[in-house]
Structures are given as C-alpha cells and as structure tokens.
C-alpha cells in the first residue's frame, strides 16, 4: 500500500495547526515545539516519501529542535 505524500502531509500540517491554536496559554519554548514538531514532520514525510517512520521521526527532530532554538527572548 502507497500512501501518497501529499494527503499525509497535509494531515500532520493540520495536526500542527491545530495544536497550536489550541493552547494559548503556552510558553514561548513550548510553541517553538509544536511548531518544530509539525515542520519536521511535513519534512519527513517528504524526504522518505511518505513513510511513516520518517515522519515520525522528522516530528520527533524538529521538536527537538524547536524546543531548543533561543529566539533571544529574555525571561
């Protein structure tokens, strides 16, 4: 079974959004996760072509990475 790049890309985008919208009481750090997280993603399912292991794994850095950029915001 081929699952096509486009449809579960737009699934994890819309997964992304949602969560983002959802929480607006979150921190600066913790946006920076969603956001990283939904990117990564759509990354992942691209560069493996749509496996589901990339795009999970793509999530999983771009949290990471997310979570860790310092926008030079001071606490």
């Known amino acids: 079974m081929r699952i096509t790049i486009r449809p ?6 819309l997964a992304a959004t949602l969560a983002a919208t959802g929480c ?14 939904g990117v990564g993603g759509v990354a992942g399912s691209v ?12 999530a999983a850095v771009g949290g990471f990475i997310g979570n860790q950029v310092n926008t030079g915001r001071r606490r």
């Open 8 to 13: 579960l890309s737009a699934a994890v985008l």
């Open 24 to 37: 607006a009481n979150m921190s600066h750090r913790d946006k920076n996760t969603v956001i990283g997280a």
């Open 47 to 58: 560069l493996t072509g749509g496996s589901a292991i990339g795009t999970v794994g793509g």
